[in-house]
């Protein structure tokens, strides 16, 4: 049994997919399986199996999946523990936050750990910590309201402000007090399931029975923006996100009259999960610059 091997493994667990393994490893889709294959031989027991086209770990696969993260987390250990200053830091991060939150953060962190490998990614709150428990990131930034996850530390940055905005051309751009009944009859942009403000937005809504005429579904922070400003509908945004188009007067915030949308830029981490060095380095720089 080699350990890339278990890196194999591991990845493949992750993905369930043979050919998005091979992309994320650099390996061939046939190296991938005759590795697998390898180990189950060795171990005597399937490790994956297949119902129609889903690719799902067996019972014996998800209990050798634990050992094989445990094997290589301490490998992974002691090679940073000798060389604190190499490595690799995985971030998992909403999209708004890698635009306007993180560049700050790295800068400041690649001017400490120059050598140190840096890997982000943007995923939905819900994503994020799925990435976490299976030990695919190593710290996440999230957009949400208080986190109720006893797996996971968590720990607020900043109180974001929220924007509901308009293109200058909508017919409610001219409103001096917008209500939620006011969108009973509007088009609503909202991110898809998983971002962490989306039920908030919703719930802020349904106190109200307030149900849109239409809503619209977008997985980009910036599609949302280009379709809000295209005059498309209505959209509620991190203030972050669109204090440029604001500036430029390309959108318009309304004053919203209706309940607070509590939203925040949390830092999480599993409680399980072993600090290396560059990993204490990088959760220390963002509480210093927490407000």
Aim: charged share 20%; glycine share 4%.
């Amino acid at each position: 049994m080699e350990l890339r091997q278990l890196q194999i493994f591991v990845t493949a667990a992750q993905t369930l997919n043979f050919t998005k393994a091979a992309l994320k490893l650099g390996y061939t889709q046939s190296n991938i399986t005759s590795q697998i294959r390898q180990l189950e031989d060795e171990l005597n027991v399937r490790l994956f199996e297949r119902f129609g086209k889903s690719l799902r770990l067996t019972n014996e696969g998800k209990q050798f999946c634990k050992h094989a993260i445990s094997i290589l987390d301490q490998c992974t250990r002691a090679k940073e523990e000798l060389s604190p200053q190499t490595g690799v830091l995985h971030i998992g991060a909403a999209e708004t936050l890698c635009v306007n939150r993180l560049p700050k953060l790295l800068t400041k962190y690649r001017s400490k750990y120059p050598l140190i490998e840096i890997r982000v990614q943007t995923e939905s709150c819900q994503q994020l910590f799925n990435l976490l428990r299976d030990n695919a990131i190593d710290v996440a930034l999230a957009l949400t309201d208080q986190i109720h996850q006893p797996d996971m530390q968590v720990t607020t940055l900043y109180d974001e402000a929220m924007a509901v905005v308009v293109s200058p051309q909508h017919p409610l751009a001219a409103k001096q007090a917008l209500r939620p009944e006011d969108l009973a009859n509007q088009s609503l942009i909202l991110t898809t399931e998983g971002c962490g403000y989306r039920p908030i937005v919703l719930n802020a809504l349904a106190i109200h029975q307030v149900q849109p005429a239409t809503i619209m579904e977008l997985s980009s922070v910036g599609a949302i923006i280009q379709c809000t400003a295209c005059g498309l509908g209505v959209a509620v945004l991190p203030k972050i996100a669109v204090t440029d188009e604001l500036k430029r007067k390309k959108l318009i915030e309304l004053p919203w009259q209706g309940p607070a949308f509590a939203i925040k830029t949390q830092l999480i981490y599993h409680k399980e999960k072993w600090l290396s060095p560059a990993i204490r380095v990088f959760l220390e720089l963002c509480q210093s610059l927490k407000v």
